[in-house]
DNA sequence: GTCTATAGAAGGATAGAC
DNA sequence: GTCTATCCTTCTATAGAC
């Protein structure tokens, strides 16, 4: 529930924040996000004209701190172990705050490519090619062959510490099985990212 | 659309397989079932008295389709890379066929969890561990410890497989820019990922 | 088993009083 | 700016003819 105090434009923001990431755009309910917001229904629309725009108000803003948040860039003198350190360490933390943003964000994405496509304009894709350096890829003739590497190897890296969010669902079911938690879990997978991510770019390295 | 010669029975539910796979329980449409399997719409309550039974049916074939394929159990025999190499390959060829089951299926447990633990009774949890070998797991001492590094590394490894699928719309979006296809990036992929899980688990046992 | 017709409910959006 | 009342569309589900 939203703050009374706060502007009533800030209070449906927020509320409606929380309602698209918990239930996405199909599943959301402008009388539930007025609910949440301690507020009437017909006020989204005076503030918002519609779901829809309410909606890409919502994205453009969570997609824009996901953009600033993910994409760390590292200075080449900081030793790879540590830039791991650091880019798991800033990524898993911010998951651990806004656990429900990966699933929310890839499921918009598949759903409506082509409304997403104009609200992602200001990705800077090239930032992503920053987090490492020349030395720490391995190495390849090609200019395509070489960038087609360096995806391969962000995307495993980048899955190790969005997935266990995006499954968490399904984790939980499995974990309670186990008798393990998932808070627990992602403690540690924030030193075992770093040392599986490591292991593997040191051993591929030494193997081309 | 589905075929007129098969069964009604049967077309309604792979329409709704389609359907579902593509938009979600909350998307997705009974009308639209309907036009895919070419059928009147007052029919789907015929055969599955209600959407969500219908839902709950395909959810249910799925899920065990996913568990069945998911989960091999590999021969003690059988070398750590080359196990790797056909997990892989079973795991990203599954997912080839069927790219919107991974993301459709950890979005509807996010959803709703409650309801979707009924329908996974059936998952064995313990067959889940018999994916790699107590040798090819790095040493700790205590069981629980222990239980807890086998979770970390078998998370690690199925996302490396799962997560291009899951995130497929960001990635298209990201691969335009960048004259890449996703086609070629799972081909790839198939290779990429022994090689970069075979990397990091040699050099994390070595480590231990 | 399949269709037509329609009920019944829910959800988004707007008009208009205050 | 905020609320009440209401419209209109969409969607699920059912009744009943064939």
Same mark, same amino acid.
């Given at each position: =529930?939203?703050?009374?105090?706060? !502007?009533?434009?800030?209070?449906?923001?927020?509320?409606?924040?929380?309602? %698209?990431?918990? !239930?996405?755009?199909?599943?959301?309910?402008?009388?539930? #996000?007025?609910?949440?917001?301690?507020?009437?229904?017909?006020?989204?629309?005076?503030? &918002?004209?519609?779901?829809?725009?309410?909606?890409?108000?919502? %994205?453009?803003?969570?997609?824009?701190?996901?953009?600033? !948040?993910?994409?760390? $860039? %590292?200075?080449?003198?900081?030793?790879?172990?540590?830039?791991?350190? $650091?880019?798991?360490?800033?990524?898993?933390?911010?998951?651990?705050?806004?656990?429900?943003?990966?699933?929310?964000?890839? @499921?918009?994405?598949?759903?409506?490519?082509? =409304? #997403?496509?104009? @609200?992602?304009?200001?990705?800077?894709?090239?930032?992503? &090619?920053?987090?490492?350096?020349? @030395? +720490?890829?391995?190495?390849?003739?090609? #200019?395509?062959?070489?960038?087609?590497?360096?995806?391969?190897? $962000?995307?495993?890296?980048?899955?190790?510490?969005?997935?266990?969010?995006?499954?968490?669902?399904? $984790?939980?079911?499995? %974990?309670?099985?186990?008798?393990?938690?998932? +808070?627990?879990?992602?403690?540690?997978?924030?030193? &075992?990212?770093?040392? &599986?991510?490591?292991?593997?770019?040191? @051993?591929?390295?030494?193997?081309?």
């Amino acid at each position: =529930m939203v703050h009374k105090d706060k !502007k009533t434009e800030q209070r449906i923001f927020e509320a409606a924040t929380e309602e %698209f990431l918990q !239930k996405g755009m199909d599943g959301a309910r402008m009388q539930d #996000i007025a609910d949440r917001a301690g507020i009437h229904k017909s006020l989204l629309n005076y503030y &918002f004209r519609s779901k829809e725009r309410l909606f890409n108000a919502v %994205f453009e803003a969570l997609s824009l701190q996901m953009q600033e !948040k993910l994409t760390p $860039l %590292f200075d080449d003198t900081v030793p790879l172990e540590e830039k791991l350190r $650091l880019f798991f360490t800033e990524h898993i933390l911010f998951f651990q705050k806004n656990p429900r943003l990966p699933l929310f964000f890839l @499921n918009e994405i598949a759903r409506n490519p082509e =409304m #997403i496509r104009t @609200n992602l304009q200001k990705l800077d894709v090239e930032k992503v &090619f920053k987090v490492l350096n020349d @030395n +720490e890829i391995p190495e390849t003739n090609e #200019i395509t062959r070489r960038k087609e590497f360096l995806i391969q190897i $962000l995307t495993s890296i980048f899955s190790i510490s969005a997935f266990p969010f995006v499954a968490k669902g399904a $984790l939980d079911i499995i %974990f309670e099985r186990l008798g393990l938690s998932f +808070e627990d879990y992602i403690e540690q997978r924030k030193q &075992f990212a770093v040392e &599986f991510a490591f292991a593997a770019l040191k @051993n591929m390295r030494s193997q081309n």
